[in-house]
């Protein structure tokens, strides 16, 4: 199984902030990897698939990078509807494992 | 609008089986596969399987493999999941979601989840 670790667990920021979270994939994925985003009490959504390609109707100012193994998920400008859970996931082969997650909180 | 509806809140006894239905509307169901995903309270996504509705072919997590089974009605373009044996670490909101190979496979339609209940 691959295995998709996500760093950080927790963060914390400010409005405007300029934010990164880190997904490792224990072998190489291709551009299987995706990012989705989580409110409290609500399904996950769909942000960014194959590394960087964004959702229809995501905000420019969320963006995705990286290759192989190693991808970001960046916010360039935090918004207060930013603050919520982040999952990467790998969809490149069964089980379609996904990080840890990462909550995004207000400072 | 394409959107999968799931059946209701269910509380079960330790060791009873539950079945989640998942009601495909605005696309067809056999276009694509249906993936399941589980969120214990507090926890992450875990990634329980899935099925291609045309063929029922599956494939399941080894943590559910004897445990879970997938299924779908495609007269009435629903998928199920059923989980056996239940315990009280099963306590989860079980989501059904899409997956789109036009996203790179990225699960773009998701049901509004269903929480599942375990207790004496």
């Known amino acids: 199984d691959i295995q998709m670790t996500q760093s950080p667990s927790s963060l914390s920021a400010s409005v405007g902030d300029r934010v990164a979270i880190t997904c490792r994939a224990s072998?190489?994925?291709?551009?299987?990897l995706n990012w989705y985003q989580q409110k409290p009490g609500k399904a996950p959504k769909l942000l960014i698939y194959?590394?960087?390609r964004l959702q229809s109707g995501v905000p420019s100012r969320f963006s995705g990078s990286g290759s192989g193994t190693d991808f970001t998920l960046t916010i360039s400008s935090l918004q207060p509807e930013d603050f919520a859970t982040y999952y990467c996931?790998?969809?490149?082969?069964?089980?379609?494992?996904f990080g840890q997650g990462t909550k995004l909180e207000i400072k | 609008q394409v959107q999968l509806v799931q059946s209701g809140a269910e509380v079960k006894k330790p060791g009873a089986s539950v079945k989640v239905s998942c009601k495909a509307s605005?696309?067809?169901?056999?276009?694509?596969?249906m993936h399941w995903v589980r969120q214990a309270p507090g926890q992450g996504l875990e990634w329980m399987g899935r099925?291609?509705?045309?063929?029922?072919?599956?494939n399941y997590a080894q943590k559910f493999q004897g445990r879970v089974t997938m299924t779908s009605d495609t007269s009435i373009s629903t998928a199920y999941m059923d989980l056996s044996r239940l315990r009280s670490d099963d306590t989860a909101v079980y989501y059904c979601?899409?997956?789109?190979?036009?996203?790179?496979?990225?699960?773009?339609?998701w049901g509004q989840g269903t929480t599942v209940i375990v207790s004496s």
């Open positions: 072998q190489s994925i291709s551009t299987y």
């Open positions: 099925i291609n509705p045309t063929s029922g072919g599956t």
């Open positions: 605005g696309y067809t169901l056999t276009g694509y596969y």
């Open positions: 194959a590394i960087f």
């Open positions: 979601a899409r997956p789109n190979p036009s996203r790179g496979n990225g699960l773009d339609v």
């Open positions: 996931q790998q969809s490149y082969s069964t089980p379609k494992t």
